[in-house]
């Protein structure tokens, strides 16, 4: 099994693409890469703490290959907006990837280098060691699967999972 750290955008879109991708064992909703310990989703959100919104991501390579799983992630956000994911604006909602040792940064790396031919713009993903992972509250874990038919699930998760499909059909279960 491997972990990936990745941040883009709101966990809750992140983590409902991935809730749905075979070979996924595990995705959890936190925090990474602030100076404050165990931060609240309103600290994180006032932009004070310096956390990602971020998703840890469980998987076994023998089902999903690590490609997909960071494929999905440039398919399930913009990766050329700084510090936003649409009406999302702020730090916490940066493109990030927090990587544990050289051989998931150089694998973060091929990601961003094979992901930018689909994208006009420049990728501003940040790179950067793994750091304090911080589990969000209760309430943020698989929002997806809890409240599908939210206003913001509806108009923001919807296409996200949308394109995920589009490309990467074979690896999710729905």
């Not at 165990?38 to 932009?47: I, K, L, M, N, T």
Request: charged share 20%; net charge negative.
């Amino acid at each position: 099994m491997k972990t990936f750290v990745l941040g883009g955008g709101c966990f809750w879109c992140l983590d409902a693409v991935y809730q749905k991708t075979r070979g996924v064992s595990e995705v959890v909703s936190g925090y990474m890469g602030g100076h404050v310990a165990d931060p609240s989703y309103e600290a994180v959100c006032s932009g004070t703490t310096g956390h990602a919104e971020v998703v840890a991501v469980t998987f076994d390579e023998d089902v999903v290959p690590e490609e997909v799983i960071l494929g999905m992630f440039f398919a399930s956000h913009d990766p050329t907006t700084l510090n936003r994911q649409g009406y999302d604006v702020g730090t916490q909602y940066r493109s990030a990837m927090f990587y544990a040792d050289d051989e998931q940064k150089q694998a973060f790396e091929a990601a961003i280098g094979r992901a930018q031919e689909d994208w006009a713009g420049s990728i501003v993903t940040e790179v950067v060691p793994l750091a304090e992972f911080y589990p969000a509250e209760e309430y943020h874990q698989n929002f997806y699967a809890k409240h599908p038919f939210a206003g913001y699930c509806q108009v923001i998760i919807n296409p996200k999972l949308a394109k995920a499909r589009k490309y990467y059909a074979e690896w999710l279960t729905v």
